[in-house]
């Protein structure tokens, strides 16, 4: 789990006994490091692992446990100390027992293959792989000989195990749709070696709900899932219902990112006039602070009992006086802008700290999408995107925009579908506009997809790309070390193309091993 | 019905009878038939104390007590114990010899006394099932017949958040005189109402809370502007709104609350239990998570239906409560082998150590509604006959948080006590009398409905009765084949769960005289593993 | 990738009587090198494939032995020449609802010939995607349902048959109507049983059985069949499939879609295990054009072994209509092959050439990338 934070740096996982019985991962973020600051380099935030911004609220004091602060300096000063002997490594998890892959290959990105490595993960993660490591002593080891690792693949387009298509709203969120429970599909998933997706809501056209990103390991509660961010994107739909239908779903998320500009002027009016009316607050009990001691100072000589009726007399005229003024000319409270989640959630789309991915794949629904992107300078993911090849200037000329495609299916159906440029990738690479794929549904088909897509472009292996769709992530891309998911292929999933997963390792547990003997031909 | 309740008339208990005065002749149809069903010749002097004696009296708490006596003053139990227990001289006696006295049972759920389960609207909290309540269901009067004489009544499933429940007697003419304690719980739902996906299920559930903490703040805020105009201004300033809505929380009062948010509030102080309905494991993260955030551990029970029970290591580990489906067998086929994994869902509970409560059988099911039916399966699954016993009575009174009144047999509790024939968990044995709050509610002899089903005399017993002779002595006349269902449930019973029946014949080389404890503890009606 | 050996010394020997006889024919063509998927489904490397100008394959050798002076197509390296692909009970060049059969419970004249329309503009954008057989039958909805016809797909005047027509039978739910006999089950079967025994069981063609589910695979396999039709079963965890065994059984399979049912796909690497022939059904024109190499690839990944995936692409489908000269690369074959860039059942691979009975179609997508760039 990365903190949402983004300037600051993550830079140990340690697992802590706290003493009373639980340990657990305790995360240490630091701001960014320079070298010539480094003492002046603070902890800034403990937290346990596992724990998202979501989660932490949720799981309540149970996981999100605040650091006795000697303990805290202490480990920060130990992890400084081991930052320093390995800058690259992120690794302190010393008390677990390590596990250890025995006897693999590890294609790498060069085309070579490190013949008998070892894997070794600790706290599952993995702390050191290449030929030279030596399992260390009381380490858990899997005989794995002969199988080839990889880190897992990232479906960046899954609706897996999301069987309703009903999310209609930005406060939807597709990790709520996620059925932690679905064994049989999300196994599936993993025995095609995905690990991790980004599950996309599905809805009726417009905006559709926020796009989340998951692992597919086992939860100790029990069942698969564990959440990374449930706000990778804002997604939204021009692709569904007939023409006209488009149209109006256009105009309708059109008029809702323009409702929210204007809800935030409503809300920095609202926060202006909220600070002068403090300051109007202060002033004015100043004054009355000054008042009452002059009022004191008068009313010292008099009397008790006169002055208490007094009192009371001069009060209730003044409440009426001090009503008419103050409707005149006392402070006057702002009125607070009404709740509106969903508009929030627009307004961080419009600051750019959640990124929109837009459905579309006909050229029509494309240039609507182009609009709403230079209309609102939104960052955007393009998802379809399949008549790309006939936008492709408008493309070229937006920043800040992705394409996310899925693997074609053509057909020989007239005017079945959007029509897809074989060439579209290339023509993508020209005008360099980046891109990635999804499966656009199950997962399961993802792999193939990917080979597919890579005889289309002429290389050589399929896995550089398919990897390269993790390689936003935080460990995505090519197996190193700090990876948590690994694959375990009967071949070289970089030659063979009949290479199969065999097993999958995530966070240290086997979360999906091929069944043996007969029962094999299950998946 | 006209004989029937021409002889009846007279024994009208007292409390009811005003009411019968009132009720114009019109009207009277199925109402005083209803009336003249539960009403009995029970109390004509010394109304108010009861004294049942000679019965096996299971306390559910402790011991059974053979030969005991149970003294209900007031509709309270004052006494328990052997059969030295002091009467007193006006106590009206009721000899309950052959007999075995139990408490009622408590339904933990149901929505079947509402007219309708569910508003349509999806969020209710606002709506309370007194509303609803409809004395004149069968419902109630199967309920008595079936020996459960306290109801938690709830807004069904379908909902986002529904609304309050209350505890009711089955037996009474208006909702007021059945309802028992108001405000028990407020019903929410994780999973998805009909026509709703669990992404807009759960963001309106959050959104529900979210809006309710806004509107309270904004309450705050007006409450702390409202004393601060009326207070001494030399006291109380105009606050930043930040500060007057955390200092305006204390200032709120029961009369603040608009009826918007008025269950809300409850819950959300303590006064409420919450109920959340998890129709799938899926949807116990999102419930736990609720609780957690919201800390209502202490009040929140999960009601769960489908394959929640895969779930069981959260459920375990956040310590909560649940309410099982009706349905007690979970079914799924592997796709792929085509394996069928069967499981018998309360069993993963009592293995897990989680406290768990069961709802009567479905209606349209038979033996519909017997909460007994459902407890006997628990001990065909290997559960002891007490335990079994205890769930569906103190169990349920505990999970619904009357344990304090409900659900066993002990001094201070009120007196919701069934006669029955025999064990209440063999079904050969009936209901004979209910007593509610020390009063005659039902007697199997006096049941309407039955004669009418049943108006020949029961066939003889032929054959050496099968546990205790007592029953069928005296009340062998009457409308003997209470419900007429013991020989379909058996039926039923061996449908539904085969294995254990056949092994039950197989192993014919165990003493059948002590039903309860035959099944083999380790039963195969638990399913895999 | 083992090499068949013994298929193709066996060809071998049959070729080298053509090059002594013919050698020098100026309108032969050769292709080489290049890997060929054998018969058996292996795949051969450093073959050469020499076609006659009649449209029919003359050799298969080796690659070094080919005459040079034979006008020569240079395959890619990697590239491997198969037969063209089948699809099997597709709708490929028929009209919307054009196979629809009428009520008629016992139909044997009805000829799926009847519905194929060959100007279908869909046949040769199916040869593109290497697909250059198609059969068609009309919808299972009687107990017989005429026969079968299998095209090549070219989009003509004349329909170009390869063929024989083979009865099409069906023990389903979709034989059973209200509008008359069998409205039930146990009615079907019974009709069925008196069928074999007077009918089916006479007929020297076993034909090709619809039983798509798991019971209407039980119920045909407990008919007296005096030799065993060619089963077009989907399946389910509940098929007997391995009752096949032994029986030399070909079985069609599918087609396997990605989303679609896994539980069907399990049942055919379970077919194949217990030895029964697969073939890939296809599903053409409504299904994404290379869904056969799809199914292929589905099965693989769920264990099926490559070269019975490749058998059940190319010549288990010739085997099911019992085509002739189809389905195979050897001498005396069509000249119908399709030159994949890697392996067919490899995802990756895509159509490089087609030939025709011996004619190289034109590939529109052949340029490079940069020719293409403008072309929108």
């Known amino acids: ?523 | 019905m006209s004989r029937v309740s021409g002889s009846k008339e007279p024994m009208l208990p007292k409390r009811m009878l005003p009411k019968m005065m009132l009720t114009p002749r019109p009207m009277v149809s199925l109402v005083a038939a209803l009336v003249l069903l539960f009403s009995a010749q029970v109390v004509p002097a010394g109304e108010s104390k009861l004294a049942l004696t000679g019965g096996t009296v299971m306390t559910v708490s402790g011991e059974s007590i053979a030969d005991g006596v149970v003294l209900i003053e007031d509709g309270i139990i004052t006494a328990v114990g052997t059969a030295e227990t002091e009467i007193p001289y006006d106590a009206m006696e009721v000899d309950c010899t052959g007999m075995i006295l139990a408490p009622g049972f408590v339904d933990p759920h149901s929505s079947d006394g509402l007219d309708i389960p569910n508003e349509n609207l999806p969020s209710a909290p606002f709506v309370d099932v007194f509303d609803a309540l409809d004395p004149s269901r069968f419902f109630f009067e199967d309920s008595l017949r079936n020996g459960v004489t306290s109801i938690h009544v709830m807004q069904g499933n379908n909902c986002v958040v529904g609304g309050v429940s209350r505890i009711v007697h089955p037996i009474g003419l208006t909702p007021h005189e059945m309802s028992r304690q108001a405000g028990v719980a407020l019903k929410l739902s994780t999973t998805p109402r009909r026509g709703y996906g669990r992404m807009r299920q759960l963001a309106e559930l959050r959104e529900v809370f979210e809006e309710y903490d806004r509107w309270r703040e904004n309450l705050a805020e007006s409450r702390y502007e409202q004393e601060a105009d009326k207070e001494d201004d030399d006291d109380t300033d105009a606050l930043p709104p930040e500060e007057s809505r955390s200092q305006g929380q204390e200032l709120i009062r029961d009369e603040d609350l608009d009826d918007q948010h008025r269950h809300l509030a409850h819950l959300i102080d303590g006064r409420l239990g919450a109920w959340i309905y998890c129709g799938s494991a899926t949807d116990v993260a999102p419930a736990l998570a609720l609780v957690a955030e919201r800390d209502w551990k202490d009040r929140a029970v999960l009601v769960l239906a489908g394959d929640a029970h895969l779930a069981i290591e959260e459920i375990k580990e956040a310590g909560i409560d649940v309410v099982l489906d009706s349905d007690l067998i979970h079914r799924k086929r592997d796709a792929l082998t085509g394996d069928v994994e069967e499981t018998f869902i309360p069993d993963v509970y009592r293995r897990a150590g989680v406290r768990f409560a069961i709802q009567p059988s479905r209606s349209g099911a038979m033996p519909e509604r017997f909460i007994g039916y459902q407890a006997a399966r628990l001990v065909r699954s290997g559960m002891a006959p007490a335990a079994a016993l205890r769930i569906v009575t103190l169990g349920a009174a505990e999970i619904c948080g009357i344990d304090d009144r409900y659900g066993s047999i002990e001094v201070g509790k009120i007196g919701n006590i069934v006669m029955w024939t025999g064990d209440p968990l063999d079904l050969n044995s009936w209901v004979q009398k209910v007593f509610v709050e020390g009063i005659l509610a039902y007697d199997l002899e006096k049941d309407a409905r039955l004669e009418r089903l049943f108006p020949e005399e029961p066939e003889p017993v032929e054959a050496p009765a099968p546990l205790d002779d007592e029953g069928t002595s005296e009340e062998g006349e009457g409308a003997k084949p209470a419900e007429g269902t013991p020989e379909k449930t058996a039926g039923e019973a061996s449908s539904e769960d085969g294995e254990p029946l056949e092994e039950k014949s197989s192993e014919k080389g165990e003493a059948p005289a002590d039903k309860p404890a035959d099944p083999p503890k380790e039963s195969s009606a638990a399913g895999g593993e | 990738m083992k090499s068949g050996n013994r298929w193709w010394l066996m060809i071998l020997t049959g070729s080298i009587g053509w090059c002594t006889t013919v050698e020098g024919s100026e309108s032969s063509v050769v292709i080489r090198p290049v890997a060929v998927v054998a018969p058996d489904g292996s795949i051969c490397e450093q073959m050469a494939v020499v076609i006659h100008s009649d449209g029919t394959i003359a050799a298969v050798i080796p690659a070094d032995q080919a005459d040079p002076a034979l006008t020569t197509v240079h395959a890619a390296a990697g590239s491997v020449l198969t037969p063209g692909l089948h699809d099997l009970f597709g709708a490929l060049g028929c009209g919307q609802d054009a196979l629809l059969a009428g009520t008629v419970l016992f139909d044997s004249q009805l000829d799926a010939a009847a519905a194929f329309d060959p100007t279908t503009g869909a046949l040769d954008q199916a040869a593109r995607h290497g697909v250059l057989y198609t059969t068609v039958a009309a919808v299972p909805s009687g107990i017989r349902n005429g026969s079968s016809a299998t095209f090549l797909c070219k989009s003509a005047a004349t329909a170009h048959t390869v063929a024989a027509g083979r009865p099409m039978y069906a023990l389903a739910d979709s034989v059973l109507q209200s509008s008359r006999e069998p409205t039930s089950r146990s009615a079907m079967v019974s009709l069925w049983k008196d069928y074999i025994v007077e009918g089916a069981g006479k007929n020297r063609d076993p034909g090709i059985l619809f039983c798509p589910d798991a019971i209407d695979f039980r119920q045909s396999l407990s008919l007296r069949w005096k030799s065993l039709p060619v089963l077009v079963h989907q399946g389910d965890a509940r098929s007997p499939v391995e009752r096949l065994a032994g029986k030399g059984a070909l079985m069609v399979v599918g087609p396997f879609l990605e989303n679609g049912n896994p539980a069907a796909v399990a049942t055919a690497v379970r077919a194949a295990r217990t030895g029964t022939e697969l073939a890939f059904r296809g599903g053409l024109p409504a299904a994404p054009a290379n869904h056969l190499r799809g199914s292929a690839a589905i099965a693989v990944a769920a264990g099926l072994d490559g070269d019975a995936a490749r058998r059940a692409l190319f010549s288990n489908p010739a085997r099911v209509v019992v085509g002739e000269g189809i389905g195979v690369i050897e001498p005396g074959a069509r000249a119908d092959l399709v030159l994949f860039s890697a392996d067919p059942i490899d995802p990756a691979a895509r159509v490089l050439q087609v030939w025709r009975g011996g004619q190289q179609m034109g590939m529109k997508t052949n340029g490079s990338i940069r020719e293409l760039g403008g072309i929108r």
């Not at chain 1, 902890?43 to 805290?72: D, E, I, M, Y």
């Not at chain 1, 009452?292 to 008068?298: G, I, L, S, T």
């Not at chain 1, 607070?336 to 959630?345: C, F, K, L």
């Open chain 1, 1 to 523: 789990m990365i903190h949402r934070g983004r300037k600051r740096f993550c830079f140990a996982g340690a697992r802590v006994n706290l003493g009373s019985g639980d340990d657990c991962t305790v995360w240490v973020f630091f701001e960014p490091i320079d070298r010539r600051k480094l003492p002046k380099m603070k902890c800034n935030r403990v937290f346990s692992r596992g724990v998202s911004k979501r989660s932490a609220s949720q799981c309540g004091g149970g996981h999100l446990q605040p650091l006795p602060s000697g303990l805290t300096l202490l480990l920060a000063s130990l992890t400084m100390l081991l930052v320093w002997g390995h800058p690259g490594t992120v690794e302190a998890q010393f008390f677990e027992r390590a596990l250890v892959l025995e006897g693999v290959h590890i294609p790498g990105p060069d085309g070579r293959v490190l013949e008998d490595s070892n894997i070794i993960l600790r706290g599952g993660r993995i702390v050191e792989l290449g030929p030279d490591s030596d399992a260390p002593m009381m380490s858990k080891k899997i005989k794995v000989k002969g199988l080839f690792a990889t880190a897992g693949l990232t479906d960046l387009s899954s609706t897996l195990t999301l069987d309703d298509v009903r999310s209609s709203s930005a406060i939807h969120s597709a990790w709520d749709g996620f059925d932690r429970y679905d064994s049989q599909q999300i196994l599936r998933t993993l025995a095609s070696g995905v690990t991790r997706i980004h599950l996309i809501p599905m809805g009726p056209g417009g905006i559709v709900g926020r796009v989340s990103s998951l692992s597919l390991g086992s939860r100790d509660e029990g069942g698969y899932g564990i959440l990374h961010s449930e706000d990778v994107a804002l997604c939204i739909d021009l692709n569904s219902g007939t023409p006209l239908e488009r149209i109006r779903t256009y105009e309708k998320v059109r008029g809702a990112l323009k409702s929210a500009q204007n809800r935030r002027e409503t809300v920095d009016d609202y926060t202006s006039d909220l600070e002068e009316y403090i300051e109007e607050l202060v002033e004015a009990a100043k004054k009355k602070d000054e008042e009452k001691d002059e009022e004191k100072d008068e009313e010292k000589d008099e009397k008790k009992d006169e002055k208490k009726d007094e009192k009371e007399k001069d009060e209730k005229d003044k409440d009426e006086k001090d009503k008419d003024s103050k409707k005149e000319d006392g402070p006057k409270k702002p009125d607070r802008p009404e709740r509106d989640p969903a508009a929030e959630i627009l307004l961080q789309v419009l600051d750019h700290e959640l990124p929109v991915m837009i459905t579309a794949r006909r050229s029509a629904d494309l240039q609507n999408a182009i609009d709403l992107i230079e209309e609102f300078q939104l960052s955007a993911i393009l998802r379809g995107a399949d008549e790309a090849h006939l936008v492709l200037e408008e493309l070229a000329e937006l920043e800040k925009v992705s394409l996310l495609l899925e693997v074609p299916r053509p057909s020989l159906m007239r005017g079945a579908g959007p029509r897809r440029d074989p060439h579209l990738i290339a023509q993508l690479d020209e005008e360099g506009i980046s891109w990635a794929v999804g499966s656009g549904g199950q997962s399961t088909s993802l792999w193939r997809s990917i080979q597919q897509l890579s005889g289309q472009l002429s290389t050589a292996s399929p896995l550089p790309l398919a990897l390269a769709q993790g390689a936003q992530g935080p460990f995505g891309g090519w197996l190193r070390r700090g990876a948590t998911e690994v694959v375990l292929w009967e071949g070289n999933p970089a030659e063979d193309p009949l290479a199969r997963p065999n097993r999958v390792i995530i966070n240290g547990t086997v979360v999906w091993q091929r069944p043996s003997g007969t029962r094999e031909g299950s998946f």
